[in-house]
Protein backbone atom coordinates (compact mmCIF):
# COMPACT_ATOMS: atom_id res chain seq x y z
CA UNK A 1 0.00 0.00 0.00
CA UNK A 2 3.04 2.46 0.53
CA UNK A 3 4.58 1.23 -2.13
CA UNK A 4 2.03 2.23 -4.39
CA UNK A 5 1.42 5.58 -2.71
CA UNK A 6 5.09 6.18 -3.22
CA UNK A 7 4.48 5.19 -6.64
CA UNK A 8 1.88 7.72 -7.42
CA UNK A 9 3.78 10.62 -6.12
CA UNK A 10 6.71 9.76 -8.23
CA UNK A 11 4.82 9.84 -11.59
CA UNK A 12 3.16 13.22 -10.68
CA UNK A 13 6.19 14.75 -10.03
CA UNK A 14 7.34 13.50 -13.42
CA UNK A 15 4.67 15.10 -15.20
CA UNK A 16 5.22 18.56 -12.63
CA UNK A 17 8.70 18.75 -14.18
CA UNK A 18 7.62 18.37 -17.85
CA UNK A 19 5.39 20.88 -18.57
CA UNK A 20 8.13 24.05 -17.02
CA UNK A 21 10.49 25.22 -19.49
CA UNK A 22 14.36 25.60 -18.64
CA UNK A 23 17.04 27.90 -19.46
CA UNK A 24 18.39 28.05 -23.16
CA UNK A 25 21.99 29.58 -23.57
CA UNK A 26 21.55 32.74 -24.68
CA UNK A 27 18.30 33.54 -24.05
CA UNK A 28 18.25 34.14 -20.47
CA UNK A 29 15.37 32.95 -17.61
CA UNK A 30 12.49 33.28 -19.26
CA UNK A 31 9.47 33.73 -16.31
CA UNK A 32 7.93 30.39 -15.48
CA UNK A 33 4.78 29.36 -17.63
CA UNK A 34 4.61 32.83 -19.12
CA UNK A 35 4.34 33.82 -22.62
CA UNK A 36 7.23 36.33 -24.63
CA UNK A 37 5.32 39.66 -24.14
CA UNK A 38 4.13 40.78 -27.55
CA UNK A 39 5.41 44.22 -28.43
CA UNK A 40 3.09 46.71 -27.72
CA UNK A 41 2.63 48.65 -31.05
CA UNK A 42 3.90 52.60 -30.37
CA UNK A 43 2.52 55.13 -32.90
CA UNK A 44 5.26 58.00 -33.53
CA UNK A 45 4.37 61.74 -32.22
CA UNK A 46 3.40 63.73 -34.96
CA UNK A 47 5.79 65.49 -37.61
CA UNK A 48 4.19 67.86 -38.72
CA UNK A 49 6.19 70.96 -38.55
CA UNK A 50 5.33 74.00 -36.50
CA UNK A 51 4.14 77.02 -38.34
CA UNK A 52 6.96 78.76 -39.80
CA UNK A 53 5.13 81.80 -40.78
CA UNK A 54 7.67 84.56 -41.18
CA UNK A 55 7.37 87.80 -38.91
CA UNK A 56 6.10 90.95 -40.88
CA UNK A 57 8.57 92.58 -43.13
CA UNK A 58 7.28 95.51 -43.68
CA UNK A 59 9.95 98.04 -42.54
CA UNK A 60 9.32 100.55 -39.73
CA UNK A 61 8.29 104.67 -40.96
CA UNK A 62 12.40 105.77 -41.45
CA UNK A 63 12.31 109.20 -40.54
CA UNK A 64 13.97 111.66 -43.71
CA UNK A 65 17.40 112.06 -43.83
CA UNK A 66 18.59 115.86 -43.47
CA UNK A 67 21.23 116.89 -45.41
CA UNK A 68 24.00 118.70 -43.02
CA UNK A 69 26.72 119.77 -45.47
CA UNK A 70 26.68 123.40 -45.22
CA UNK A 71 24.83 126.14 -47.93
CA UNK A 72 27.04 126.52 -51.04
CA UNK A 73 27.43 130.44 -51.94
CA UNK A 74 28.21 131.36 -55.05
CA UNK A 75 30.32 134.62 -55.70
CA UNK A 76 29.54 136.48 -58.62
CA UNK A 77 32.57 136.80 -61.54
CA UNK A 78 33.59 140.57 -61.50
CA UNK A 79 31.96 142.52 -65.11
CA UNK A 80 34.33 141.59 -67.94
CA UNK A 81 35.58 145.54 -69.18
CA UNK A 82 36.35 144.27 -72.57
CA UNK A 83 33.06 142.95 -72.92
CA UNK A 84 31.44 143.97 -76.15
CA UNK A 85 34.90 144.76 -77.88
CA UNK A 86 35.19 144.66 -81.46
CA UNK A 87 38.46 145.92 -81.65
CA UNK A 88 41.92 144.32 -82.10
CA UNK A 89 43.15 146.62 -79.62
CA UNK A 90 41.57 148.79 -76.88
CA UNK A 91 42.78 150.56 -74.28
CA UNK A 92 40.67 151.92 -71.60
CA UNK A 93 41.39 154.13 -68.49
CA UNK A 94 38.90 155.18 -66.10
CA UNK A 95 40.22 158.49 -64.19
CA UNK A 96 37.78 157.91 -61.04
CA UNK A 97 38.70 154.29 -60.82
CA UNK A 98 42.67 155.46 -61.54
CA UNK A 99 42.96 151.84 -63.40
CA UNK A 100 43.70 151.06 -66.67
CA UNK A 101 42.48 148.21 -68.56
CA UNK A 102 44.46 146.37 -72.07
CA UNK A 103 41.73 144.41 -74.23
CA UNK A 104 42.50 142.20 -77.47
CA UNK A 105 38.85 141.92 -78.36
CA UNK A 106 36.55 140.67 -75.60
CA UNK A 107 39.70 139.15 -73.63
CA UNK A 108 41.05 141.29 -70.93
CA UNK A 109 44.90 141.00 -71.32
CA UNK A 110 46.36 142.95 -68.76
CA UNK A 111 44.96 145.53 -66.06
CA UNK A 112 46.90 147.99 -63.92
CA UNK A 113 46.96 150.50 -61.22
CA UNK A 114 47.99 154.12 -62.84
CA UNK A 115 47.84 157.72 -61.64
CA UNK A 116 46.66 160.65 -63.45
CA UNK A 117 47.05 164.48 -64.11
CA UNK A 118 46.44 166.34 -60.49
CA UNK A 119 42.73 167.35 -61.44
CA UNK A 120 43.01 169.82 -58.29
CA UNK A 121 45.74 171.99 -59.61
CA UNK A 122 45.44 174.33 -63.05
CA UNK A 123 46.24 172.61 -66.29
CA UNK A 124 47.25 169.38 -64.85
CA UNK A 125 43.78 167.28 -65.69
CA UNK A 126 44.30 164.14 -67.90
CA UNK A 127 42.46 164.97 -71.07
CA UNK A 128 39.67 162.75 -71.36
CA UNK A 129 37.89 161.45 -74.90
CA UNK A 130 38.78 158.79 -77.55
CA UNK A 131 42.61 158.66 -78.71
CA UNK A 132 45.18 156.59 -80.71
CA UNK A 133 48.86 155.23 -79.77
CA UNK A 134 51.16 157.35 -81.63
CA UNK A 135 54.53 156.22 -80.99
CA UNK A 136 56.81 153.83 -78.46
CA UNK A 137 60.26 155.41 -77.37
CA UNK A 138 62.35 154.34 -74.94
CA UNK A 139 64.93 155.92 -72.32
CA UNK A 140 63.35 159.44 -72.98
CA UNK A 141 64.18 163.00 -71.35
CA UNK A 142 60.34 164.80 -70.96
CA UNK A 143 60.29 168.75 -70.59
CA UNK A 144 57.93 170.64 -69.08
CA UNK A 145 56.95 174.19 -70.35
CA UNK A 146 58.20 175.16 -66.73
CA UNK A 147 61.67 173.42 -67.68
CA UNK A 148 61.83 171.02 -65.43
CA UNK A 149 62.88 167.71 -66.77
CA UNK A 150 62.09 164.02 -66.40
CA UNK A 151 63.88 160.55 -67.63
CA UNK A 152 61.90 157.81 -68.18
CA UNK A 153 62.58 154.41 -69.61
CA UNK A 154 59.44 153.46 -71.48
CA UNK A 155 57.23 156.56 -73.21
CA UNK A 156 54.06 156.13 -74.97
CA UNK A 157 52.12 159.38 -76.49
CA UNK A 158 48.19 159.21 -76.83
CA UNK A 159 48.58 162.86 -77.58
CA UNK A 160 52.17 164.15 -78.65
CA UNK A 161 53.56 166.41 -77.42
CA UNK A 162 51.98 167.14 -74.14
CA UNK A 163 50.45 163.78 -73.16
CA UNK A 164 51.21 160.13 -72.50
CA UNK A 165 51.96 156.71 -70.66
CA UNK A 166 55.12 156.65 -68.93
CA UNK A 167 57.05 155.76 -65.63
CA UNK A 168 57.38 157.47 -62.87
CA UNK A 169 60.40 156.73 -60.52
CA UNK A 170 59.80 159.77 -58.68
CA UNK A 171 56.06 159.16 -57.49
CA UNK A 172 55.44 159.03 -53.80
CA UNK A 173 52.05 158.04 -53.54
CA UNK A 174 50.40 154.44 -54.84
CA UNK A 175 49.32 153.65 -57.85
CA UNK A 176 45.76 153.28 -57.85
CA UNK A 177 45.44 156.16 -54.72
CA UNK A 178 42.81 158.91 -54.57
CA UNK A 179 45.16 161.04 -53.46
CA UNK A 180 46.27 161.60 -57.36
CA UNK A 181 43.72 164.79 -57.11
CA UNK A 182 46.84 166.89 -55.53
CA UNK A 183 49.79 164.74 -55.94
CA UNK A 184 49.17 163.18 -59.54
CA UNK A 185 50.76 163.55 -62.75
CA UNK A 186 50.99 167.03 -64.84
CA UNK A 187 48.49 164.94 -67.11
CA UNK A 188 50.34 161.84 -68.73
CA UNK A 189 48.95 158.67 -67.06
CA UNK A 190 52.12 157.15 -64.96
CA UNK A 191 52.37 153.25 -64.64
CA UNK A 192 54.00 150.76 -62.35
CA UNK A 193 56.86 150.01 -64.47
CA UNK A 194 56.33 146.02 -64.86
CA UNK A 195 52.98 146.91 -66.14
CA UNK A 196 54.27 149.36 -68.71
CA UNK A 197 57.18 147.25 -69.89
CA UNK A 198 54.28 144.46 -70.70
CA UNK A 199 51.86 147.86 -72.32
CA UNK A 200 55.01 148.92 -74.49
CA UNK A 201 55.71 145.27 -76.15
CA UNK A 202 52.20 144.56 -76.54
CA UNK A 203 50.56 147.85 -78.33
CA UNK A 204 50.86 148.38 -81.64
CA UNK A 205 50.70 152.26 -83.52
CA UNK A 206 47.23 153.16 -84.09
CA UNK A 207 45.71 151.15 -81.07
CA UNK A 208 42.49 152.95 -79.44
CA UNK A 209 43.00 154.87 -76.17
CA UNK A 210 39.12 155.22 -74.65
CA UNK A 211 39.58 157.87 -71.20
CA UNK A 212 37.09 158.65 -69.35
CA UNK A 213 35.92 160.47 -65.83
Not at 176 to 203: E, N
Amino acid sequence: MRTARLRAALLAAGALLTACGTSQPGTGTAALGTPAATPTATTPASTTPASTTPASTTPASVAPVVSSSPAVTTTAAPPNPCAGNKLDQLVKVSLHAQQMWMCHGTTLARETPITSGAAALPYDSTPTGNFHIQGRDTHTLLTLNTGAQYHVKYWIPFSAPLFGFHDASWQTIPYGSQKYRTDGSHGCIHMPLTAIQFFYHWVHLGATVHIRT
